[in-house]
């Protein structure tokens, strides 16, 4: 079974920068593309980010030149560098692996993934 764990979150300043960590237990990197997705109050679920298993990436215009998807697979981990961080980033954070063949040509599409972590707070005060 597929685990997927975010931390990494918290209360930052505007102008702050934060990481979020995705540790997955039973995932082969060459087998998925895993992705950040995030959920404000009252608002859809978003998708931010996508590191394919060819180490290819796509982001969402709002977090483009801010944010950075990577993964590190000896250790199993993904990661969302952010920087320049706004209140309107203010969510609940989760990564999420789809199996599509390691490549996630709609990944802004909730049905592309299969596994989806608990998510973790991130907080932008002004």
């Known amino acids: 079974q597929v685990q997927l764990a975010e931390s990494g979150g918290g209360s930052v300043q505007a102008g702050g920068s934060l990481r979020l960590s995705c540790t997955a237990s039973?995932?082969?990197?060459?087998?998925?593309?895993m992705g950040w997705f995030r959920q404000a109050p009252g608002k859809e679920r978003e998708g931010v980010a996508v590191i394919n298993s060819d180490g290819t990436t796509s982001y969402a215009d709002f977090v483009k030149g801010r944010f950075t998807i990577s993964q590190d697979n000896a250790k199993n981990t993904l990661y969302l560098q952010m920087n320049s961080l706004k209140p309107e980033d203010t969510a609940v954070y989760s990564c999420a692996a789809g199996r599509g063949g390691g490549y996630c040509d709609t990944w802004r599409s909730y049905a592309q993934y299969d596994y989806w972590g608990q998510g973790t707070q991130v907080t932008v005060s002004s």
């Open positions: 039973r995932v082969t990197y060459s087998n998925y593309c």
